[in-house]
């Protein structure tokens, strides 16, 4: 889960954090889209309750414009504000490179 994949370096950025995450907070994170879609199949099989599953490799991150970091006050961005879990970067080597492309 997306939950379980990062940890907010400050205890004040835990709601901002979980609402700029919104619905995606739950996610489970998966390498592609065969597996993806492999999880759906079984999850409707076994009439289990849905889930969202995203691939890894289908994410697309925007540039961060470096403006945005020296706005002032009490903003920050959430890459800022959150470090992968180790246990995340194990299971999910190819997502280490996430933050690296925002």
């Known amino acids: 889960r997306m939950t379980d994949c990062i940890s907010v370096t400050q205890k004040k950025y835990h709601m901002p954090v ?13 390498e592609d889209e065969a597996t993806a879609k492999s999880c759906i199949t079984h999850l409707r099989e076994q009439k289990m ?6 691939p890894v490799t289908t994410i697309q991150a925007k540039q961060i414009d470096a403006r945005l970091r020296s706005l002032g006050g009490t903003a920050r961005l959430m890459m800022d504000v959150v470090t992968p879990n180790a246990a995340a970067v194990a299971a999910h080597p190819s997502a280490v490179d996430l933050k690296a492309k925002f």
Not at 49 to 54: Q, S
């Open 18 to 30: 979980t609402v700029v995450m919104g619905r995606n907070m739950d996610a489970i994170l998966v």
């Open 49 to 54: 309750a849905p889930m969202t599953f995203l």
